[in-house]
């Protein structure tokens, strides 16, 4: 059983272009969380979504930051119009169900991107 | 606003020795506290903790929680150059929120 992927493993680019980043989580799991941690920082959470939807966007930027999970395919989390500050590594992480007691989330490698 | 926070922020030791890290917790309606080791790649999962004074053990690594007094500890024996590597923790609150609630880890190098 594969667990979750992400790609591209490391991204470059420039000041002003789009990265876009994608998930796919372990088979059988429903549900997506992306996080962003920073140089020296802990994990923040950004974004939980389920199939076609976006349930919890409250870590999520406002601006130029979009995720989504289609029925069909790989999680994508896009960031437009990058700026250097969104230099970080973004994980991808994924759970089998949400319910009364915790659910584990399994971690993608994470993406790491550089903004030129 | 819900915080965790780790201590040491990084340690050295020799092959061999035990250590212990520590995670303290400050979340609403805390629900449970997992565990993470990062190496160079994906957070790999170690243990989740509910319930308090039930220690959880795998090999030799173990960890127990402490709801009143709002802290976890992470022991590792023996340890071994593997075992370098960040260890992450984490707290999660009520039922209906999804999002960990994570440390900065606490950054392990073990020497041969």
């Known amino acids: 059983n594969a667990g979750v992927m992400q790609n591209p493993r490391h991204l470059v680019r420039r000041r002003g272009q789009e990265a876009r980043l994608r998930c796919s989580p372990m088979?059988?799991?429903?549900?997506v969380y992306w996080y962003r941690q920073l140089p020296e920082e802990g994990l923040k959470f950004m974004v939980y979504?389920?199939?076609?939807?976006?349930?919890?966007e409250s870590g999520m930027p406002k601006e130029r930051f979009s995720a989504e999970f289609p029925k069909e395919g790989p999680s994508i989390l896009r960031i437009q119009q990058v700026v250097r500050g969104d230099s970080a590594a973004y994980f991808c992480?994924?759970?089998?169900?949400?319910?009364?007691?915790?659910?584990?989330?399994?971690f993608g490698p994470g993406t790491r991107l550089l903004v030129l | 606003e819900d915080k965790v926070v780790q201590s040491p922020l990084s340690l050295v030791v020799h092959e061999g020795d035990t250590v212990t890290l520590n995670c303290s917790y400050e979340?609403?309606?805390?629900?449970?506290l997992l565990w993470y080791k990062q190496e160079k790649k994906a957070p790999t999962f170690l243990f989740m903790l509910t319930s308090s004074g039930i220690e959880k053990k795998s090999g030799r690594l173990s960890s127990i929680l402490d709801k009143k007094e709002l802290f976890s500890i992470l022991n590792i024996t023996a340890t071994q150059t593997g075992d370098s590597a960040i260890y992450l923790c984490a707290g999660l609150g009520p039922l209906g929120t999804y999002k960990y609630i994570f440390g900065t880890g606490t950054r392990l190098k073990v020497l041969a």
């Open positions: 088979k059988g799991h429903s549900h």
């Open positions: 979504l389920q199939k076609e939807n976006i349930i919890d």
């Open positions: 979340v609403t309606n805390f629900r449970s």
């Open positions: 992480a994924s759970s089998l169900r949400q319910g009364v007691l915790a659910e584990t989330q399994y």
